[in-house]
DNA sequence: AAATATTAGTGAACAGTGTTTACTTTCTGA
DNA sequence: TCAGAAAGTAAACACTGTTCACTAATATTT
């Protein structure tokens, strides 16, 4: 999968790059950018932390890979339920459950995801082109989806594939979040009885793509 | 509205309290937590950094008042709306639009607001108990919302009012939470011709509202 | 093979951060 | 008036990300 590069040197370089990315990773899925310091990650695979530095800029950079990765993860699994060829509403439906399924499997991935470029002011510039990262690509998939649904009749041609697709990622990217934030969700207090997730998470599926084929004009 | 407190040393107390909380909230609004130091809020009001901590147990105790203060904005403001006489159609849509538009009229408060109690794995019991906080009051007017369209027979009597207010508190936070951490959304390139903000706002608000009333059984 | 240039790696420091402790000053209630 | 409480502080602690000057090892070139 990986371009296979020439010399030893820079093979060597790569192997000890992932090393500190895994290392990177293991500590950020239990706690977050902020519980990963870099002096501990380069006591982890022992080195100096200053060492860190001649492989990552900074550890912005780093933890942007961590999360370009997770963002890889979500994006294949969304991309096999797509292809599928499972009845049009069901696979609708199947996608958006998936993506906070996934999403929520890592909590610390997805909000640092989003939290990154975040409320800070700073021109946008930097990002890598919304439409060539794996969260554009995320999103086409979704804008795919309802373009076919569209053309099968499932919803009406006055919707703007793009428009709704924005609409449906911002249902699902909310349910994502609440989970994420709110660890018993949905249930709000510790020991409330209720739905479980799996169910709500249908639910809160079946309520988007509703919404969706109630569209009239 | 506040009590008045009795003895002069209590109310000059309170008065510098107030004056911290001040100082920091400009800071928050323009640069959000990590933005916020108490080496420069203590600058700022001519005090020793120690000082603070006369009157708050720590940075976190001092956000989260200021993170309180601001969900009461949102829920006076929801509130206002749900009171109203119009239709219950275009209020129940109003109550979602309003909600996303306070909330991301202070990106750093909101996201703020919901990172706070965050992916850390402590446990809840430090909250001050969700239904007396503020954002429990918003998620109850919500939910006093469905029920009201369920006996008016706008919804579906099989609806459960607390599962549909939680799946529709979702879809409103994912749309708050696409325009805090994407400030060109529902643009996603910078430069990106596109619906503007409000009628977006007021469609994604539509689109929630018409899942729920296409809910059957 | 020898000399040179590049890269890997480090220890120590810089400039920040939140927070605590010991200490002084000021105010207040009896 | 005088003891006790509260207000306020300087200095330190234990962290953080990052940079710099330096050495040691490896590649490259002559």
Same mark, same amino acid.
């Given at each position: 999968?990986?371009?296979?590069v020439?010399?030893? +040197?820079?093979r060597?370089?790569h192997k000890?790059r992932? &090393? /500190?990315?895994?290392?990177?990773?293991? =500590?950020f899925a239990?706690?977050? #950018?902020?519980?990963?310091? /870099?002096?501990?990650?380069?006591?982890? /695979?022992? $080195?100096?932390?200053?060492a860190? $530095?001649?492989? %990552?800029?900074?550890?912005?950079?780093?933890v942007?890979?961590?999360?370009e990765?997770?963002?890889?993860l *979500?994006?294949?699994?969304?991309?096999? *339920?797509? !292809?599928?060829?499972t009845?049009?509403?069901?696979?609708?439906?199947?996608? =958006?459950?998936?993506?906070v399924?996934?999403a929520?499997e890592?909590p610390?991935?997805?909000a640092?995801?989003f939290a990154g470029? #975040?409320?800070?002011? @700073?021109p946008?510039?930097?990002e890598?082109? %919304?439409?060539l990262?794996?969260?554009?690509?995320?999103f086409?998939?979704?804008?795919?989806?309802?373009?076919?649904?569209?053309? /099968? @009749?499932?919803? &009406?041609?006055? *919707? !703007?594939?793009?428009?709704? +697709?924005?609409?449906i990622w911002?249902?699902?990217h909310?349910?994502?979040m609440?989970? =994420?934030?709110?660890?018993?969700?949905?249930?709000?207090?510790?020991?409330?009885?209720?739905?479980? &997730?799996? !169910? %709500?998470?249908?639910?809160?599926? !079946?309520?988007? =793509?509703r @919404?969706?084929?109630a $569209?009239h004009?």
């Amino acid at each position: 999968m990986t371009a296979n590069v020439s010399s030893p +040197a820079e093979r060597r370089r790569h192997k000890i790059r992932a &090393r /500190i990315l895994s290392a990177a990773e293991h =500590v950020f899925a239990r706690e977050g #950018a902020e519980g990963l310091s /870099i002096r501990k990650l380069a006591e982890n /695979i022992d $080195y100096s932390p200053a060492a860190i $530095y001649k492989y %990552f800029k900074s550890k912005d950079e780093l933890v942007d890979e961590l999360k370009e990765t997770f963002f890889e993860l *979500i994006l294949e699994n969304v991309h096999r *339920i797509a !292809d599928q060829s499972t009845p049009f509403a069901a696979r609708a439906r199947d996608c =958006v459950a998936t993506y906070v399924r996934v999403a929520t499997e890592k909590p610390h991935h997805y909000a640092a995801a989003f939290a990154g470029e #975040a409320t800070s002011e @700073g021109p946008v510039e930097n990002e890598p082109g %919304f439409e060539l990262s794996k969260k554009g690509a995320a999103f086409n998939v979704l804008r795919g989806m309802i373009q076919e649904g569209v053309e /099968i @009749g499932a919803f &009406r041609s006055e *919707i !703007d594939p793009s428009l709704a +697709a924005k609409s449906i990622w911002a249902s699902m990217h909310g349910l994502a979040m609440m989970i =994420v934030h709110i660890p018993s969700f949905p249930a709000l207090k510790p020991a409330q009885e209720t739905m479980s &997730r799996e !169910d %709500f998470i249908l639910f809160h599926a !079946d309520q988007v =793509v509703r @919404g969706m084929e109630a $569209y009239h004009g």
